[in-house]
């Protein structure tokens, strides 16, 4: 873990309300480089909400976010003008979907995919874009005669792959995950959650993982905020808040795992 | 150099809120120290509430109210009350931990798990995967399943795992939750003798041994966790 001495993300007083229903509400946090923070909770619990409204998917209804750009100035979110927020999406952030159907452009091949990140930001040269494309495509365990196949021929774990590999190429220094291992087998399951943990700490990537699976949040994050009906019920350090909750409703969910 | 762990009125309950929020205290008045190259051991009866200090020193527990302070580079780190981005740096560079049970990682061999403590803190991973061999090899673990992730391990190989994970760093505390468990005679000597080289070293160590060979070879002094019971409200 490499943390520098300043947040990369200042989240003051978020909120989100749908008319009169609260999306999520009041929810302040910083993030560190390097550090992992998992969003837990139900369905419907609100952190899909939060984490589009961080990644400027989706305008809050109030509070601020700002972002540590790499010229080392804070900046809000929702005041950048559309290059600038182009630039954070394409090439300083990643966005990973719990459908890899939308991350990936699904009819165009493999190498492709991950290429246009790269082409996105500047990148013209094929040769160096065909040889990166197969270096991540490697990374991602994914065998390099697949390069030219497209998604839709691919394997539901081997596409999350390819829609992690598409993200990472260009360095980024923060990825926003929405439950990357649902919908996968759980033997899959453990060999994506086992190349997010390696790539994650090999990259000093911070990453922001809503998921609803404690095991995934406790494989990968650093820490932890627990949400319920759009409001943050307990933060912490991720064995802390597993192994000692506080809130009721951590404890709720906690106790509720099943053993194996 | 100031001591390295220092408690101080440290006060531990679990309230249970899906019982009716039934309040169960653990312990209270926690106070105790233990200087450099010394090895405390926490005694008592099961449910004292050793396992819970161990935990709340670690970070791992919430306390209540008190006081745990660790130096951690020029200042003092009250652990009770840090955020989480100082407790993982203290445990990073201050504190190791040898925990009762491994938490195993899907794919990740038993080598990388005992190198991972070093590769954190930035040293190069051959140079860890080497230290990693030789402390695995000093415990006897057969060097076949260095190779292989331990979830599949008998109980005392990954016990062991856990030990060389806990002892490969130079970390200024240890903790040690009953490290010696499931071992048999002659690794518990490895342990013991393992033990004695942090002593040496400078090594502050806090620990709970259930063996009672093993706490007479190693203590330096017992702590008495039922002095810390909390008066009046029967468990």
Redo the contacts between chains.
Sequence with gaps: ?N?SDTPLLKVKDLSKFYGSRIGCQNVSFEL?PG?VLAIVGESGSGKTTLLNCLATRLAPSAGSVEYRMRDGQFRDLYRLNEAERRFLMRTDWGFVHQNPADGLRMTVSAGANVGERLMAIGDRHYGNIRATATDWLGRVEIASDRIDDQPRAFSGGMRQRLQIARNLVTNPRLVFMDEPTGGLDVSVQ??L??LL?GLVSDLGLAAIVVTHDLAVAR?LS??MMVMKDGHIVET??T??VL??P???YT??LV?SILQV | MPTPLVVSDVAKS?????RDGIRLPVVANVSFSIKAGECAVLGGPSGAGKSSIL?MVY????VDQGQIIVPYGDRLVDLASAD??T???VR?DMIGYVSQFLRT????SALDVVAEPLV?RGIDRTEARDKAAALLAGLNLPERLWSLPPATFSGGEQQRVNIARGFITDHPILLLDEPTASLDAKNREVVVSMIRSKKEAGIAMLGIFHDEDVREAVADRIIDVTAFAVQGEAA
């Design positions: 873990m943390m560190w550090e453990a060999r959650l086992d943990r494989l650093h820490r912490g350090l064995d802390r192994d000692d506080q809130a009721p404890q709720l106790s | 679990f309230t249970m809120h899906l935990k970070g791992n527990y919430a989480p981005r407790v993982l740096g990073r990682v899907p794919r990740v954190a």
